[in-house]
């Protein structure tokens, strides 16, 4: 069984119109939240960020600190957890220094700029980003990793004058800061990519906007 020639050609032209439209969701999939790429980094990075500066065991008080002294067991930027039981607030216990400030606002702004990368990839699983854009987000990571690093000030503050040992906040810290960092580097190869796919895409859009049947007159 034959077709004719403009039949094969309009089966050829369909193929083509559907392998590029899965090539388009393949290549949101590949930049969203479902992908083993730098938007798993960097929501694994932003998940630990926000356990690891809330949590009132950043560090374990050392026999000998000011704050074994207060019956302060474990620390964390905004609460601490008592030898006697229980987890309070800095306001009505201790009158924090400037090192403790300083590493509660970095740990502040790595939560907010980490917010806005992990917000920008869950829409790129919708809206396809350009080189820039991916770059400019691999900046941020980078930031973060930064803001994240520093929050480890807090270890200088009088609460530590005699030691502390780190446990499970800063366990998550350093992680963080380890896969924001990573987050950074893939997404600014993940731009890279992204240029390439669109570069194709476009000329995968003029062959198909090519007629089917050549005019020979």
Not at 55 to 75: K, T
Not at 97 to 114: E, H, L, N, P, Y
Not at 152 to 177: E, K
Request: charged fraction near 15%.
């Amino acid at each position: 069984l034959f077709l004719p020639a403009n039949s094969r050609e309009i089966n050829t032209a369909n193929a083509k119109k559907c392998q590029h439209k899965i090539t388009k969701i393949m290549v949101k999939l590949a930049s969203g939240l479902l992908c083993f790429g730098p938007s798993f980094f960097a929501s694994t990075a932003f998940t630990l960020t926000i356990i690891g500066n809330n949590v009132c065991n950043f560090a374990r008080v050392s026999s000998g600190s000011f704050g074994a002294n207060q019956n302060v067991d474990a620390i964390g930027l905004w609460c601490w957890r008592s030898t006697l039981g229980g987890h309070w607030s800095y306001k009505s216990s201790f009158d924090l220094d400037d090192k403790m400030d300083q590493a509660r606002a970095f740990s502040v702004t790595a939560a907010c700029i980490g917010g806005l990368v992990w917000l920008f990839y869950l829409l790129s699983a919708c809206f396809p980003f350009g080189k820039r854009g991916f770059s400019i987000a691999g900046l941020f990571c980078l930031l973060a990793c930064l803001f994240q690093g520093l929050t480890f000030l807090f270890l200088q503050s009088y609460l530590c004058d005699g030691g502390c040992s780190l446990t499970t906040g800063a366990n998550c810290a350093i992680s963080a800061t380890v896969f924001w960092f990573c987050a950074g580097i893939f997404s600014f190869g993940a731009g890279q990519e992204q240029q390439e796919e669109n570069t194709r895409e476009q000329d995968g859009g003029n062959d198909l906007n090519e007629p089917l049947v050549e005019d020979t007159a």
